[in-house]
């Protein structure tokens, strides 16, 4: 069995890459935006449209920084929440078994 630890390790581990949205909404935004950006392609100058695709490069951009920083955020919290678990006394009121 492979380590999950050496995957991320050697970056075989992408989740940014893997990731699809379980939004039913999600396939058909995309395609809205392929048909504007293809209109657009077709209304403005080349230099203008190139503006365009760098506008759209710049929040891709910001949209990938934010992604992982929620990423690790929820990590974070997900290790801290494990970290509680192990470490409850278990005198602790309303820590016995289920």
């Known amino acids: 069995m ?6 991320m390790y050697y ?5 940014n890459e893997s990731i699809k949205s379980a939004d039913p909404r999600a ?3 995309h395609h809205e935006v392929i048909m504007l950006l293809d209109n657009y392609q077709k209304k ?5 449209f190139e503006e365009i695709e760098r506008l759209l490069d710049l929040v ?10 929620a990423f690790v955020q929820g990590y974070r919290i997900g290790a801290l929440m494990i970290t509680e ?10 820590s016995g078994s289920i």
């Open 2 to 7: 492979k380590s999950i630890l050496e995957d």
């Open 11 to 15: 970056g075989n581990i992408r989740p």
């Open 27 to 29: 396939k058909q935004l």
């Open 44 to 48: 403005l100058a080349a230099a203008e």
């Open 60 to 69: 891709g951009e910001l949209n990938s920084m934010h992604a992982a920083a």
């Open 85 to 94: 678990v192990y470490c409850m006394d278990t005198n602790e009121e309303g």
